[in-house]
């Protein structure tokens, strides 16, 4: 079951530069779509979300991106900054299911250097 | 702020054991989850839990797993008869209402030798 992926394992960012995370789906059902920051030993901890009626939410130094007909999410993270050296989950859900359960991705591991 | 709380972190335990695995949601939260990573695979969605009754379950979610809220407070996921696959990180989660960001406990870590 792979409604939604993340295809890139890990990604490497200069200090300061922009780091991509990208997440695709199959499932058209889904209209809402959140990222969450997961660091070891803890729990995903929730960044920034987007509903499907929007393309484009910001918060801070983070904006996620919506693409529907390519059924393809980002998050740009700018400037980045050592700190933000996590695990990245793309997770999605639909209005229509009766308990908003989340569709999560595999995660990208995005390590900041200084 | 509010947070979701977990215990034990960590669980060893024999295989064909019971555990019980607790959680404290946010207090005016009304949906619970419980999902569960295996080393090195994706969060996966086991089972929600609104108004006393388990409204949905997955196909990991079989007769050997059970949820109660004994309380106000608590929320329980039971493992029967634990297996060796049954080996990952459970996490709980929490939301006030449906399709409203869900927030996650730390985790606790079952290693089922």
């Known amino acids: 079951d792979q409604q939604v992926k993340q295809n890139s394992p890990s990604l490497s960012v200069q200090e300061g530069r922009i780091s991509i995370l990208n997440c695709d789906y199959t499932?058209?059902?889904?209209?809402?779509f959140l990222w969450y920051k997961k660091y070891p030993a803890e729990g995903p901890t929730f960044l920034i979300s987007i509903s499907s009626i929007k393309d484009k939410n910001e918060d801070g130094r983070f904006t996620v991106f919506l693409n529907k007909s390519a059924k393809h999410l980002s998050l740009h993270i700018v400037p980045s900054q050592p700190g933000d050296s996590a695990v990245y989950f793309c997770a999605a859900s639909w209005r229509s299911s009766n308990t908003g359960k989340l569709i999560f991705g595999q995660g990208t591991t995005l390590q900041v250097k200084p | 702020e509010p947070e979701v709380t977990q215990t034990p972190s960590h669980q060893v335990t024999q295989m064909g054991q019971e555990v019980i695995l607790r959680c404290v949601p946010i207090?005016?939260?009304?949906?619970f989850y419980w999902y569960r990573q295996i080393l090195g695979q994706k969060v996966e969605f086991l089972v929600s839990?609104?108004?006393?009754?388990?409204?949905?379950k997955s196909e990991i979610f079989d007769d050997q797993f059970s949820v109660e809220r004994p309380d106000g407070s608590n929320f329980t996921l039971k493992i029967r008869s634990t297996k060796l696959e049954d080996s990952a990180m459970y996490f709980c989660a929490s939301t006030p209402a449906h399709q409203e960001t869900q927030y996650f406990g730390p985790g606790t870590r079952l290693l089922v030798l």
């Open positions: 839990f609104y108004n006393n009754e388990i409204s949905e």
């Open positions: 207090s005016n939260h009304l949906y």
């Open positions: 499932n058209s059902m889904f209209d809402y």
